[in-house]
């Protein structure tokens, strides 16, 4: 049983630059979420997919974010322009769906943006 | 609106003792709840949730949490912690009836075991 993989582990951009993050859920999961965790923070929800179908995007997920989820598996996240602000480690999660809550998450995108 | 509360940003105890880690809530409707462990530079792994039924849930690592409804808490505790449970842990809520499944954090507890 294969967890939630994260691609890549480390980036560092310049300001300005765009990235963009991959994430691959546990197979058979149909819910995918991404968030945002700064030092000495708790992850914060950025947006969540059901299937292919984005459903709930946070306030924190502005113009420059946008996420995608083509064929219902892997996902996407890319950020434009990225600011000296967005660097932080950017968490992905998996969840069953159907009543099973439980979200497993990945080992995470740590950005660093200069 | 959802909330999550850590009140100690730090807990320490000595290897063998008893642990607990301090979580309050707060949601509308019933609450599932969750607990996460996170060590350096790695993602978080769930430990244990609780969603309806017994008020004592146990999970992963000899970890079990007490749900408490009118305190609206919902602690971590261990019997006899050990060194390798030293990490960062959080507690996380989402509404039961909620249409969607955003999880809401808290800030986190950093447990450190001691020798």
């Known amino acids: 049983d294969t967890g939630v993989s994260q691609d890549p582990r480390h980036k560092i951009t310049k300001r300005g630059q765009n990235v963009t993050f991959r994430c691959d859920p546990i197979s058979e999961h149909n819910r995918l979420y991404w968030y945002r965790q700064t030092l000495g923070q708790g992850p914060e929800f950025l947006t969540y997919?059901?299937?292919?179908?984005?459903?709930?995007k946070s306030r924190l997920l502005s113009d420059r974010f946008s996420a995608e989820r083509p064929k219902g598996s892997f996902s996407t996240l890319e950020i434009q322009r990225t600011e000296q602000g967005d660097s932080a480690m950017y968490l992905c999660?998996?969840?069953?769906?159907?009543?099973?809550?439980?979200?497993?998450f990945g080992p995470g995108t740590r950005l660093l943006v200069l | 609106a959802q909330s999550v509360a850590q009140p100690e940003d730090q807990v320490n105890v000595a290897e063998g003792n008893p642990l607990t880690v301090k979580c309050t809530y707060s949601?509308?409707?019933?609450?599932?709840l969750f607990w996460y462990v996170q060590y350096p530079n790695r993602g978080l792994q769930f430990l244990l949730k609780?969603?309806?039924?017994?008020?004592l849930v146990k999970g992963s690592y000899g970890f079990e949490a007490e749900f408490n409804k009118s305190q609206t808490s919902f602690h971590l505790k261990k019997p006899s912690a050990l060194v390798s449970d030293s990490a960062l842990y959080f507690c996380a809520v989402r509404a039961w009836n909620s249409g969607y499944s955003t999880l809401t954090f808290g800030k986190g507890t950093m447990l450190l075991v001691s020798p």
């Open positions: 997919f059901q299937n292919e179908a984005q459903l709930e």
């Open positions: 609780y969603i309806t039924g017994d008020n």
């Open positions: 949601v509308s409707g019933n609450p599932y």
């Open positions: 999660a998996s969840s069953l769906g159907g009543g099973d809550e439980t979200q497993y």
